[in-house]
């Protein structure tokens, strides 16, 4: 089932896959829109309250934030800790996103804390991938796929030289394979800038990339450690490579770690203890006091005496090459010494092709970045306004807050960014660290191997000059023949030839003595650096962290008092205007109350007009009396009138009787 939630959970051993892990995850969030911002945050120097502030809030504009969390153990350290932690996976934003990195070293036990968060993260339908380091067989494959993926071209044959170098060809549980991954892509990348318009062949791997494990030494350390004789010889035998007096110092060193491990366990020392005491990495302590078990003292102190009589055996070389040498060979003269000065000659050639194809100042820039990041952030212009400051009630709240959070954010991404160089800057010194050590290691036996030459060409120039030119003198001076001084004369110059190679390789073993000290003086600075930019990772970007939270904590807490003063006073107005309007209105309503239902005034208005009303109806009754009468007069007198103009007209005209109706009189 696909994830759907905006949360992962990326773990295991390889570095490389989990640190980019939560790619995906952004991708899927982002969408078609612009990209997330994000924010790389570890465990040990942020709490979930944080973690839940920058994740719970959406975006309005442009894109979200993705906040990683490297080495989460410390947040879920608690069952408080850890229920907080999954209450804030439910408070993410839309938009937003949320991922977990938990890198492991393949040998310790995981705390179940973190099986919990991965579990939670997976219950709300968060991403969780678990990334294996690439194993001894598939770390050539592993590499073809990079470049296939950054669009690289590298022969089969390339790929597994690289693996190898890288350490691939260690059998499992031999080394911490967690950053073997890193290592190969840096190089391949590297790689990829010498050889641009072609594809890698071994023989470009063999020039440029130093081997992180010298062959399989350190399996062979530790099957003598395990005492695992057989193992162990079928592995020497595989170490042609790598010089004898090299793999001797080495073995020095392993015995010498086995007896100092088993002194301290000898009195008691917890192994803890061991990391601390002897300044090892918690994994080397760990096999180291798993190898002291399979040893006594007594037996440790029997190797280290066999090791040390090992040494009689230079004396055995010393007079196999004074008797090799042969000083009429021209040719064998100059070449007197090359198989010593061979051997560190090519290990500085692909050191060389290392420091042409990588930034030597990389980790100091990234200091410098990180300074200026860190000074571009103005902790004071929080005590500004800002334009919205005129705007009515808003203006209240408005400030420089948001600006300033945003500019955190830019700046806290750079930071990031930089700490993440920082780390590669670190992981190369380290790096760099070894390959000094491997070059310190070859400069003694290179040094050890001058010695012999030197003591072995000492050895033929005094029987040189003892008795063989002396003899041809000797011959010589009673003889006649020509060719006998010409002998002499030839036996004399290439003497004199070898006396001066030797002259060259004692010069040669002075500049070894000098290169001792001038390497241990670099290694010093590396550790240095390293101590620098681990103390700015871990130290200083978490107190400037910290400086900031309580910034803002003073100010937000000054902002709350500003808030708290304006509801006060806004309270003490409104109190004082309500008072005021109780005291108008109880009056009104008082005055209201008293009053009567019907003024008397209205009463006295109402009467005066009914009065004057009844008057005025009587009088309009009785004018209508008079005018009706008046009338009713003039009525009769027009009724009188026309009766009289009626008789008047009819009196006129003649009276004639119908014929059969008597005639009547009328008046």
Not at 14 to 33: I, M, Q, T
Not at 42 to 69: H, R, W, Y
Not at 101 to 123: F, I, M, N, W
Not at 444 to 473: C, M, N, S
């Amino acid at each position: 089932m696909p994830p759907t939630a905006p949360l992962g959970f990326y773990w295991g051993d390889d570095a490389y896959s989990v640190a980019r892990g939560p790619d995906a995850l952004a991708a899927r969030l982002a969408g078609d829109g612009p990209p997330l911002d994000r924010v790389r945050l570890s465990g040990s120097a942020t709490t979930a309250d944080e973690i839940a502030e920058k994740v719970a809030t959406a975006t309005l504009f442009g894109g979200g934030t993705l906040v990683v969390i490297a080495e989460p153990a410390p947040l879920i350290s608690t069952k408080p800790l850890a229920a907080r932690m999954v209450a804030t996976l439910a408070a993410v934003a839309s938009g937003n996103g949320l991922a977990f990195l938990d890198l492991v070293d393949g040998t310790a036990k995981r705390p179940a804390s973190l099986e919990h968060l991965r579990k939670a993260v997976e219950a709300v339908g968060g991403e969780v991938r678990e990334f294996k380091a690439p194993t001894q067989d598939g770390m050539a494959r592993w590499i073809a796929d990079r470049a296939r993926e950054r669009g690289i071209s590298i022969s089969p044959p390339a790929a597994a030289e690289l693996a190898r170098r890288v350490g691939a060809n260690v059998r499992e549980r031999d080394i911490n394979r967690s950053r073997q991954g890193e290592l190969a892509v840096a190089e391949l990348e590297k790689l990829a800038l010498y050889r641009l318009h072609g594809q890698i062949g071994p023989e470009d791997v063999k020039a440029l990339v130093v081997e992180a494990v010298p062959g399989s030494a350190w399996a062979f350390l530790d099957a003598v450690g395990m005492r695992r004789a057989d193992v162990a010889a079928d592995l020497a035998e595989k170490l042609d490579d790598v010089p004898g007096p090299v793999l001797l110092a080495q073995l020095h060193r392993r015995i010498r770690e086995l007896i100092d491990v088993a002194d301290l366990l000898a009195i008691g020392t917890p192994g803890g203890t061991l990391v601390r005491t002897l300044k090892l990495h918690p994994y080397v302590a760990e096999k180291l006091a798993e190898q002291t078990r399979t040893w006594t003292l007594p037996e440790l102190d029997a190797a280290m005496a066999g090791l040390l009589e090992m040494d009689a055996a230079d004396l055995a070389r010393v007079e196999e090459l004074k008797d090799s040498v042969d000083v009429t060979d021209a040719q064998g003269i100059l070449g007197y010494g090359l198989p010593a000065q061979s051997r560190i000659a090519n290990f500085a050639d692909s050191l060389l092709g290392d420091v042409r194809n990588k930034d030597a100042g990389a980790g100091g820039e990234a200091l410098g970045d990180l300074l200026k990041k860190v000074r571009e952030l103005d902790v004071d212009s929080l005590g500004g306004g800002s334009g919205m400051a005129r705007i009515p009630i808003i203006g209240k709240f408005a400030n420089t807050f948001d600006r300033f959070a945003t500019r955190y954010q830019k700046v806290a991404t750079g930071i990031d960014r930089i700490v993440d160089a920082l780390e590669r800057a670190r992981m190369a010194l380290l790096k760099d660290m070894t390959v000094l050590d491997k070059m310190f290691e070859l400069n003694l036996d290179y040094l050890k191997q001058l010695d012999i030459y030197i003591a072995a060409g000492e050895r033929v120039l005094e029987e040189l000059r003892a008795t063989r030119i002396p003899a041809l003198e000797a011959e010589a001076a009673a003889s006649s023949d020509v060719m006998v001084a010409q002998r002499l004369t030839d036996l004399q110059q290439a003497a004199l030839r070898f006396e001066r190679r030797l002259h060259d390789l004692k010069l040669t073993r002075m500049v070894a003595v000098q290169t001792a000290p001038q390497i241990r003086l670099i290694q010093g600075n590396d550790q240095n650096l390293v101590e620098k930019i681990q103390a700015s990772v871990l130290t200083t970007i978490p107190l400037w962290k910290n400086q900031i939270v309580i910034a803002i904590s003073l100010y937000r807490q000054q902002k709350a008092l500003e808030l708290q003063k304006n509801v006060s006073d806004t309270t003490n107005e409104l109190l004082a205007k309500n008072a005021e309007l109780l005291k108008v209105g109880s009056a009104k309503v008082g005055r209201e109350v008293e009053r009567g239902v019907i003024d008397v005034e209205t009463l006295r208005k109402v009467n005066a007009d009914l009065v004057t009303t009844l008057e005025e109806t009587i009088r309009i009754q009785d004018e209508g009396r008079a005018r009706r009468a008046e009338a009713e007069g003039e009525i009769a007198q027009l009724q009188t009138d026309l009766r009289q103009k009626l008789l008047e007209l009819r009196g006129s005209a003649p009276q004639i009787a119908p014929p059969d109706e008597p005639g009547r009189l009328t008046s």
